[in-house]
Antibody, heavy 117, light 107 residues
Framework: EVQLVESGGGLVQPGRSLKLSCAAS????????MHWIRQAPTKGLEWVAS????????YYRDSVKGRFTISRDNAKSTLYLQMDSLRSEDTATYYC??????????WGQGTLVTVSS | DIQMTQSPASLSASLGETISIECRAS??????LAWYQQKSGKSPQLLIY???RLQDGVPSRFSGSGSGTQYSLKISGMQPEDEGDYFC?????????FGSGTKLEIK
């Protein structure tokens, strides 16, 4: 059974950093591209970043480019999102998800990030 | 960026009714279109990928169709457990973009 478990969310002040983790199990992690998607409270879904199976290619939405870094450790079956210079508009539940035919097949339960002073 | 225009924003359906939700892309997305269901407080669940392929475990009353810029999700026979929010996603080009969502309720 595919399982994705996010962690690392919490309350953080504007301008500070936070690192999210997504522990994967139940599939061969190193074979799949991975994504981070977020959802602000009572809002729609927003793609944040993606990474190729090897980690050699990464993609970001413009609003996080230069502030967020997606990475992975295939030996640990873990995906990461390093978030720097956080802003109030980054407040959201962050989900990790597996890539499948240009869609997000399996999602974690999400971790809430609140950026506030 | 590819804009995904989803309609309607909300929908109320009777049990057993057949409903459709539409997504229109601002450019050709070559069937790289997925549909998701999200229930309150839960993660989204993949229903349809590649425009018309049913994800494993999803009831056959869900179906997807379309090509080019126009896509639709059909639920043939509304069930109580189908209440929730529905989103489309284009996976053709970065940045990947979602539709704004459809809230589906039982009438």
């Amino acid at each position: 059974e595919v399982q994705l478990v996010e962690s690392g969310g919490g309350l953080v002040q504007p301008g500070r950093s936070l690192k999210l983790s997504c522990a994967a199990s139940g599939f061969t992690f190193s074979n799949y591209g991975m994504h981070w998607i977020r959802q602000a409270p009572t809002k729609g879904l927003e793609w944040v970043a993606s990474i190729s199976p090897s980690g050699g290619s990464t993609y970001y939405r413009d609003s996080v480019k230069g502030r967020f870094t997606i990475s992975r450790d295939n030996a640990k079956s873990t995906l990461y999102l390093q978030m720097d210079s956080l802003r109030s508009e980054d407040t959201a539940t962050y989900y990790c998800a597996t890539d499948y035919y240009s869609s997000f097949a399996y999602w974690g339960q999400g971790t809430l990030v609140t950026v506030s002073s | 960026d590819i804009q995904m225009t989803q309609s309607p924003a909300s929908l109320s359906a009777s049990l057993g009714e057949t409903i459709s939700i539409e997504c229109r892309a601002s450019e050709d997305i070559y069937s790289n279109l997925a549909w998701y269901q999200q229930k309150s407080g839960k993660s989204p669940q993949l229903l349809i990928y590649a425009a018309n392929r049913l994800q494993d475990g999803v009831p056959s009353r869900f179906s997807g169709s379309g090509s080019g810029t126009q896509y639709s999700l059909k639920i043939s026979g509304m069930q109580p457990e189908d209440e929730g929010d529905y989103f489309c996603l284009q996976g053709s080009k970065f940045p990947l973009t979602f539709g704004s969502g459809t809230k589906l309720e039982i009438k």
